[in-house]
Each structure stands twice: as structure tokens, then as C-alpha cells.
């Protein structure tokens, strides 16, 4: 995006990439200027120091950190920046993401990371969020999320449909 990022979208690998690019959707939807990194906690502990101590100096105003498995990186970066930071499990194949939920919604009191659901939802949730926190100080972009919240109720259906098996 062009203007300076608010939201910085972090996760831990490629393969997470799959999920948080749902969060990077909604932002673009909204019309949220975001910016994508890859960021690991283990592999890349000195690049995770690096974002979350520039983070706030550089403009951005909420962090979401995807990860899978033992997922530090949200609370990670909780830890080296005020900033509000969300926390998107994403689903792990040997245990279908309750590891990585549990890695990360179990923060000790005093470093706070707020957890999104596992996967897919929880990245839009995590954007959804980013953009309700934003809109605070930004009353088109608060007209833009009810915007989009209204789209998604004038979608549903008064009663359901046959799907293809
Ligand atoms: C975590 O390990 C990442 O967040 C990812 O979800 C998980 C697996 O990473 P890869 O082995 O696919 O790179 O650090």
C-alpha cells in the first residue's frame, strides 16, 4: 500500500501465510494501509527484536502476529512493545491448532496479547479488530468497517439453501 502502514501483519513462516492473508484481505478492504512480514521468534529472534522495538517509532499503531505450534511471537512481541498486539493461532497439522492457541492465550498477568480464534476467522477477526481500534480516531474508516458489517448481514439468507454434496 502506499501510505505509511498502521497495521503490521507478522508471522513466524511461509506456511502461515495461507491464514494471515485473510487478515491482510480485510485490511485491504477496509482500506487499512498494512504492511506483511515474516518474522519468527526462533528462527529470526534478532529480526523479532528489531520489529517490535521499531514498530511504534515507525508509525504503526497495532501489530498482528500469526504463528503455529509453541507460538512465541505474539507474546514475544507483546513483551517489547505497548503497542496493542493480536495474537492469530494458526492451525497446526499435528494438533489442529489447540497447541498454538494455548501458546499464546495463556499470557501470564501484566503483558497482555489479545487472542483471536484458530485459523481462517481469527485473522479476519484480528483485522476486523485492528480496523474497530483505528476507527477510534478515524470516523471514515469506522464508516467503512460499518459498512462492511452491514454488506455481510444484508448476505445472509432468510432460510438455507441445497449445497452440492
Ligand atoms: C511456527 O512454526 C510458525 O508460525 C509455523 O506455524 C510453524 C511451522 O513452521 P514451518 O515449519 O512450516 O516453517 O514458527
Redesign the pocket.
Known amino acids: 500500500m502506499s501510505s505509511s502502514p498502521l497495521v503490521g501483519i507478522i ?6 501465510w495461507a491464514t494471515l492473508r485473510h487478515a491482510a484481505e480485510t485490511l485491504q478492504a477496509l482500506d487499512v494501509p498494512h504492511e506483511v512480514r515474516i518474522v ?4 529470526t529472534p534478532d529480526r523479532l527484536y528489531q520489529y517490535a522495538k521499531d514498530a511504534r517509532g515507525r508509525g504503526l499503531k497495532v501489530i498482528i502476529a ?4 509453541a ?1 512465541h ?1 505474539p507474546g514475544m512481541v507483546a513483551a517489547l512493545t505497548s503497542l496493542p498486539v493480536f495474537g492469530v493461532p ?1 492451525e ?1 497439522h499435528a494438533l489442529k491448532g489447540m497447541d ?1 492457541l494455548l501458546s499464546i492465550v495463556q499470557m501470564p498477568g501484566g503483558i497482555p496479547v489479545g487472542t483471536l480464534a484458530i485459523g481462517k476467522a481469527g485473522a479476519v477477526n484480528s483485522a476486523l479488530l485492528a480496523a474497530s481500534v483505528l476507527g477510534l480516531n478515524d470516523a471514515a474508516l469506522t464508516e467503512r468497517l460499518d459498512a462492511w458489517r452491514a454488506r455481510q448481514t444484508a448476505n445472509v439468507a432468510d432460510s438455507p439453501e441445497d449445497e452440492d454434496d
Open positions: 508471522m513466524g513462516s511461509q506456511s502461515d519468527s521468534a526462533h528462527r500469526g504463528a503455529g505450534g507460538a511471537l494458526v497446526s498454538s
